[in-house]
């Protein structure tokens, strides 16, 4: 159960604070408190359980070492994002979600090495050959892909999760997840549609103080799961170094003795070839008519 503090700490950063109530999506009604003045009231008891388990969640996928996709394209949202993903260091999208961004992930992946070819013409010199106006073409290219795509360059691979601010606003990026079956967390307001997504955080997805705060927590838990992924990393390698030598030794010891005992593979070819090739002693007929008159005697 949530924790008071925590639950004030919401209440402080505005979270509870719905849409009006004639934009409502009826299927947030079990995450709705009360309405007043117009609007919904989230119930934040509901809203900091949710968290703590999105949290959790988000926690193992960054251990496990697959990257969140953080995705917020709305003005008041984009900078808070795009700041809070870089500390955690997770890809984020913030100008315009690239159609196809995941279903067509190969040729996005196309555009991003565009932008890395881009920088080795610049460094081996090949850039200064271009015209002028090829160069500005190839400026504005970079400054394009760099603007879209650059906060995806170490992306080598689909995302393991997507985190979502505004589920209406990103329908095509929650549309793309789904049908490639990745986990979608997701600040849901009371205007959105709750059941497409896998772990819901009822929220105020429009005041930035609320945005802030939501994602301070999550990427935080991020965080500390890339550390334990690190940490775990280096105690494995410390207790692996000398078992791995051992067994190393062994089995080279165990070879080297198979390969006394056994005879190698070419000798026992060699042996068989040369059977082949002697020449089989076939019985005359005289001596088989021989052979079975004395058996019958």
Excluded: C
């Amino acid at each position: 159960m949530a924790d008071n503090k925590q639950v004030k700490e919401l209440l402080d950063a505005g979270v509870h604070f719905g849409h009006l109530t004639r934009k409502w999506n009826p299927n947030m009604a079990p995450y709705i408190y009360m309405e007043r003045n117009g609007i919904h009231i989230l119930n934040l008891y509901k809203t900091a359980a949710k968290l703590e388990e999105a949290n959790e969640a988000l926690k193992k996928i960054a251990a496990s070492g697959r990257k969140i996709l953080f995705v917020a394209t709305k003005k008041q949202a984009k900078d808070i994002v795009a700041e809070k993903a870089k500390n955690a260091n997770m890809p984020y999208i913030t100008e315009r979600w690239p159609g196809g961004m995941l279903t067509n992930f190969v040729t996005i992946r196309k555009a991003v090495k565009k932008m890395a070819s881009i920088d080795r013409m610049k460094q081996d010199g090949t850039f200064n050959t271009l015209s002028k106006k090829e160069r500005l073409q190839v400026d504005r290219l970079r400054a394009k892909l760099e603007k879209n795509l650059g906060s995806i360059n170490d992306m080598s691979r689909l995302p393991g999760a997507l985190f979502i601010v505004d589920t209406t606003r990103e329908h095509i990026a929650v549309k793309e997840a789904q049908k490639l079956n990745i986990p979608i967390f997701a600040m849901v307001d009371t205007n959105s549609d709750p059941r497409e997504i896998d772990y819901v955080i009822p929220s105020n997805d429009d005041a930035s103080k609320s945005i802030d705060k939501i994602m301070t927590s999550v990427t935080d838990a991020i965080i500390e799961g890339l550390s334990e992924r690190k940490s775990g990393k280096d105690i494995d390698d410390d207790d692996d170094d000398q078992p791995r030598a051992e067994k190393k030794t062994k089995k080279a010891a165990k070879t080297a003795d198979l390969e006394h005992k056994a005879p190698s593979k070419d000798a026992v070819d060699q042996k068989a070839m040369k059977e082949a090739k002697q020449p089989v002693k076939l019985e005359s007929k005289k001596e088989t008519l021989e052979k079975a008159t004395s058996e019958e005697e």
